[in-house]
């Protein structure tokens, strides 16, 4: 059974920085294209950081982030230890949202339950 399970969300004030954890089981990790999204309230999940992206967004072993966050949120991957993480620096009170973390696997997406970041102004 897949399983993905989020953690390092909080409450940080703007300019602050928070560290998200996703703890991956079930599957085989190396090279499955992993990511962060993000759900506002009233607003659609995005996408904020792609990495090992199979779907051309990204060049093999590449990343990549919408310009909302590029050059403050930055992903990666330890294989050895099944875990993908999300450093979000200088935060923003529009970063607030629920993060997700998601697995794309053989054409499916399975997802985290997601933890919640607060950006107070």
């Known amino acids: 059974e897949v399983q993905l399970l989020e953690s390092g969300g909080g409450l940080v004030q703007a300019g602050g920085s928070l560290r998200l954890s996703c703890a991956a089981s079930?599957?085989?990790?190396?090279?499955?294209?992993m990511g962060w999204f993000r759900q506002a309230p009233g607003k659609e999940r995005e996408g904020v950081a792609l990495?090992?992206?199979?779907?051309?967004?990204?060049?093999?072993?590449?990343?990549f982030y919408p310009d909302s966050v590029k050059g403050r949120f930055t992903i990666s991957i330890d294989d050895a230890k099944n875990t993908v993480y999300l450093q979000m620096d200088n935060l923003r009170p529009e970063d607030t949202a629920i993060y997700y973390c998601?697995?794309?696997?053989?054409?499916?997406?399975?997802w985290g339950q997601g933890t919640q970041v607060t950006v107070s102004s």
């Open positions: 998601r697995a794309r696997i053989l054409s499916r997406s399975y």
């Open positions: 079930g599957f085989t990790f190396d090279d499955v294209p």
């Open positions: 990495m090992r992206s199979n779907n051309g967004t990204t060049s093999e072993g590449g990343t």
